[in-house]
């Protein structure tokens, strides 16, 4: 079965205000995990990723954190915009490929 | 700079048909993969390559499944006798490299295969 998987399938947010997805993991092995972003149409975009060894990585308007005491990581989205109205995946790297969640649709609010 | 390229974007076959989608990873990407996204579900893993080798092919849901990529560059995703559980996006990703480190995979747009 899958290893990693996410809470909701959508996600309305008010323009302007944070976003927060959620995803949780099985397996505690697990050293890298990465959030994608993928827009209608389009392949999977990498957003950010982090290392078991980092509870929190931050990036342009994106935050990253990781509890691996249990096994749940999250994206936090600063000041949401329409142009970040997409599936949004969180992501675990395996020896050679990567393994997905099923997605949270983030619909934007205006 | 260009980005990983897939053809065609759209594909409809006639169940018992072949079809051959192709992939055009970015230039000197040593890693390719492909990956199979059903409607509403996060992509899965098919197969791996480096270079010309197919070192993983684990991901291929039947014998009717067929990658190559004979020069290590440009890969065929080859669908023998198609049925209509492969409807699907397939996803190329390519990567420079791969081993004990971790290197970013690009993914092309996909192509939109319906088995009719």
């Known amino acids: 079965g899958e290893s990693v998987g996410l809470h909701l399938p959508t996600l309305s947010v008010q323009e302007g205000d944070n976003s927060i997805i959620n995803c949780a993991y099985s397996n505690s092995a697990s050293d890298y995990f990465i959030w994608y972003k993928q827009e209608s149409g389009k392949g999977p975009q990498f957003i950010i990723d982090i290392r078991s060894n980092m509870d929190k990585r931050q990036g342009q308007r994106v935050t990253v954190l990781l509890n691996k005491t249990v096994k749940h990581l999250s994206l936090q989205i600063a000041a949401t915009q329409p142009g970040d109205s997409a599936v949004y995946f969180c992501?675990?790297?395996?020896?050679?490929?990567?393994?997905f969640g099923k997605g949270t649709r983030l619909h934007i609010l205006p | 700079g260009a980005g990983v390229s897939q053809s065609p974007r759209y594909k409809v076959a006639k169940r018992g048909q072949d079809v051959a989608l192709r992939c055009d990873p970015i230039s000197g990407h040593v890693s390719l993969f492909w990956y199979q996204q059903a409607l509403g579900q996060g992509p899965e893993f098919l197969t791996y390559f480096q270079n010309e080798a197919q070192l993983d092919k684990s991901g291929l849901p039947s014998d009717r499944f067929f990658a190559e990529r004979p020069e290590g560059s440009v890969s065929t995703l080859k669908i023998q006798r198609t049925q209509q559980e492969d409807s699907a996006v397939y996803l190329c990703?390519?990567?420079?490299?791969?081993?004990?480190?971790?290197?970013?995979?690009?993914f092309g747009p996909g192509t939109r295969l319906t088995v009719t």
């Open positions: 992501a675990e790297k395996g020896d050679d490929k990567i393994i």
């Open positions: 990703a390519s990567s420079l490299w791969t081993g004990t480190g971790v290197s970013e995979q690009y």
